[in-house]
């Protein structure tokens, strides 16, 4: 969505919050060239999804001034620590600076309101495109590319679902209880884990490397089953999250 005014100043980052790969950033420092920062948490589903177009974006676009910034606001507790976010920066393969929001600071001085947030700041460090949730990624990079003065094809849809008018089929709700499992619609589902081990989702085994958010069924539409898990030793559920899928 399109600021609705231009002079909306992006606030400054706080002093003292964990930086990886990068030393600490300061908005006024970047002034001169767009920046597009993104709020998400590596234990929600709907971040991981937005992962592969900010990796695009910062791979196209950085050679031509972009600066990409993840801002990490955890939603849950056991993603407020910042090692835990540490290793999934790095897991999740992500090279563009991350700040961690250790104190919702960020969050509050931006007044976000959910996972994922991005926004889009133009050279004079002003609010230029916002949007609040997954999709609408066209309409991010055409903004991204008109404050980089480029006229190109914009990426292609990661899953068919992203593809603007894509008919969704609403999902089932998360469940933060156990036993997570029992009869659901969805298009995938997630879970929310901690620690390191084996989660078997159906019968189907599935190695945990550390604690985050894992796709656990992947429809390729909306689809209504029933599921079961099983946790290794090791491991702990937090929640089972559901996304779209085709209608």
Known sequence: MRAPVDHIAAPEFPVRLPWF??????????QGRPVLLEFWDCCRANSIRTLPYMRAWHERYGPHGLEVIGVHTAGFEVSSDPAVVERAVARLQITYPVVVDTELEIWERYGTVGWPARYLCDHRGMVFEHHLGEGDYGETERA???LLGLD?????????????GAPLEPQSQDRDDPPYGGPYTAGGVWGVLEGSGTVTVNGAALAVPDTGCYELISHPRSTTADLALELSDGLRCHAVCFTPGLA
């Open 21 to 30: 790969n990068s030393e600490a950033l300061g908005m006024k420092e970047l």
């Open 144 to 146: 991204i590319q008109e």
């Open 152 to 164: 190109m094809p914009v990426l292609d849809p990661v899953r068919p679902e992203d593809a603007p």
